[in-house]
């Protein structure tokens, strides 16, 4: 084996683990919240020695930040494929929203993550951190608000200042996922819910005669 092939092994196994330590906090923190969770809880769920976990991260603020960074990094790619996959704002919104549906279910989604984390990033990020994720959620939330502004701007929405149809619709998103966590839905197939809540969501913004 060569230099280089060990290398390239030992950095796949190290992503690995890094993978698995990431995976094991996120459903902690479901279990338990953020507050509650220790490393060594995290080393437990694992289990791995105190010390290995260590060797991959210095702390439990740092596997947060990984897990935010990587999901938001994934979460911009997927919506530059969607908008570059079609021109057509209708179509995008419905991909978009769809694809928001998905990624709040899957554990490792942005979304799913962001909305289990966002009230003590702040605590644990730097002033230069906390700028460079404002940037990062700026970016996301100008392709949102660009593709709305089309929309209305070729009929298809309502003629509303498209950031504050935006944060609407973000609202109405956020509302229903959270409600698919209470009684009344919590029953229900999730996936099987998706359809609904695109076409809701999606009709909610249409012009009437775009309908």
């Known amino acids: 084996m060569t230099a280089k092939s060990r290398s390239t092994r030992k950095e796949v196994e190290r992503q690995r683990k890094i993978e698995e330590i990431l995976d094991a906090t996120l459903a902690l923190f479901g279990r338990k919240g953020y507050a509650g969770t220790t490393v060594e809880d995290i080393a437990e769920e694992l289990g791995y020695a105190k010390a290995s976990l260590y060797y991959y991260f210095p702390g439990k603020e740092a596997i947060v930040k990984a897990l935010i960074y990587d999901a938001m990094d994934t979460a ?7 908008l570059l996959r079609s021109n057509h ?5 419905r991909d978009l929203i769809g694809y928001y549906v998905d990624d709040y279910l899957e554990k490792r989604g942005f ?3 962001y909305h289990q984390v966002a009230h003590f990033m702040d605590s644990i990020l730097s002033p230069e951190e906390s700028r460079a994720m404002g940037m990062k959620m700026a970016e996301m939330n100008h392709k949102i608000i660009g593709m709305i502004r ?14 504050t149809l935006g944060e609407m619709l973000m609202g109405m998103i956020t509302g229903l996922m959270n ?3 209470l009684r009344g839905l919590k029953g229900w197939d999730r996936l099987a819910l998706k359809p609904t809540i695109v076409e809701i969501l999606v009709r909610g913004i249409q012009r009437q005669e775009k309908l």
């Open 150 to 163: 089309r929309g209305i701007e070729q009929g298809y929405f309502i003629n509303l200042d498209p950031q």
């Open 76 to 82: 911009g790619k997927r919506m530059d494929e969607i």
């Open 89 to 93: 704002p209708v179509e995008n919104l």
């Open 111 to 113: 979304f799913n993550i």
């Open 179 to 181: 409600q698919m966590s």
